[in-house]
C-alpha cells in the first residue's frame, strides 16, 4: 500500500512558540491531504482538507489563523501550530488520497505526531 | 445524535474468540464503510472496505453492511493477542469526508 509519512514523530515545546509538522506522501501523489486531531482514547477528528495548491478548508471550530495550512506540492503538507498553549496538545494525523472524483479513494494515513506544549 | 455511533468499549476476550464490532449511523447516504484498526500510538491502516451493502471477507475478517438497519459488523475469526488494538468504522458519501465512529479498544487475552 501507499505510504504516508509524518516529522517529527513526536515534539515538546514551550507555550507561544510555533510548531510545523510535515506530511508526506512518498511513493503517490496526492490531490487532498487532510489534517486530523486525537485526544486519548477518542476518536479521529477532522481539522482541515487541503487540495495542492489551493486553500485549505477547515472544519466548523477549527481556528485557521492558529492552525496554518499549506499544501504546495502533490506531495507535501504542513501544518503549523501557532503561539501554541498546553491545550493545544495532543496527536496530529494527516492522510494522503488521490484524486476523489464521485468515487471513493483511500485515506492512507501517517503514523502521527505527538505534541507536547508545557 | 452523532452521525456514527461506536462502542467505545473496552472489550477483552481470550485468544481464539469470534470478536463482533458494530456500528450504527444516521446518515442514509452513506455509500462507503470502513473499518480502520489503530495500534496506541500509531496512525490507522485499513482492514476492510465495503461498498453499499453486503459481505465482504478477507482471511480472518468479515465485513457487513446492512443499510436497510444502518448498521455496519467486523467479525474477527480465531483472534490472536495481535489483534489487540482499537478498530475504527468509518463511513463516507461520494468523494467526501470521511466519519468516522468513537473506536473500540479491543484486547484479546492469551
Known amino acids: 500500500g501507499a505510504v504516508v509519512s509524518q516529522h517529527p514523530s513526536r515534539v515538546i515545546c514551550k507555550s507561544g512558540t510555533s510548531v510545523k509538522i510535515e506530511c508526506r506522501s512518498l511513493d503517490f501523489q496526492a490531490t487532498t491531504m487532510f489534517w486530523y486531531r486525537q485526544f486519548p482514547k477518542k476518536s479521529l477528528m477532522l481539522m482541515a482538507t487541503s487540495n495542492e495548491g489551493s486553500k485549505a478548508t477547515y472544519e466548523q471550530g477549527v481556528e485557521k489563523d492558529k492552525f496554518l495550512i499549506n499544501h504546495a506540492s502533490l506531495t507535501l503538507s504542513t501544518l503549523t501550530v501557532t503561539s501554541a498553549h498546553p491545550e493545544d496538545s495532543s496527536f496530529y494525523i494527516c492522510?494522503?488520497?488521490?484524486?476523489?472524483?464521485?468515487?471513493?479513494?483511500?485515506?492512507?494515513f501517517g503514523p502521527g505526531t505527538r505534541l507536547t506544549v508545557l | 445524535q452523532k452521525e456514527v455511533e461506536q462502542d467505545p468499549g473496552p472489550l477483552s476476550v481470550p485468544e481464539g474468540a469470534i470478536v463482533s464490532l458494530n456500528c450504527t449511523y444516521s446518515n442514509s447516504a452513506f455509500q462507503y464503510f470502513m473499518w480502520y484498526r489503530q495500534y496506541s500510538r500509531k496512525g490507522p491502516e485499513l482492514l476492510m472496505y465495503t461498498y453499499s451493502s453486503g459481505n465482504k471477507e478477507d482471511g480472518r475478517f468479515t465485513a457487513q453492511v446492512d443499510k436497510s438497519s444502518k448498521y455496519i459488523s467486523l467479525f474477527i475469526r480465531d483472534s490472536q493477542p495481535s489483534d489487540s488494538a482499537t478498530y475504527l468504522c468509518?463511513?463516507?458519501?461520494?468523494?467526501?469526508?470521511?466519519?468516522f465512529g468513537q473506536g473500540t479498544r479491543l484486547t484479546i487475552n492469551p
Open positions: 492522510s494522503a488520497r488521490t484524486s476523489g472524483g464521485g468515487n471513493y479513494n483511500e485515506q492512507f
Open positions: 468509518a463511513m463516507q458519501l461520494g468523494a467526501q469526508k470521511l466519519v
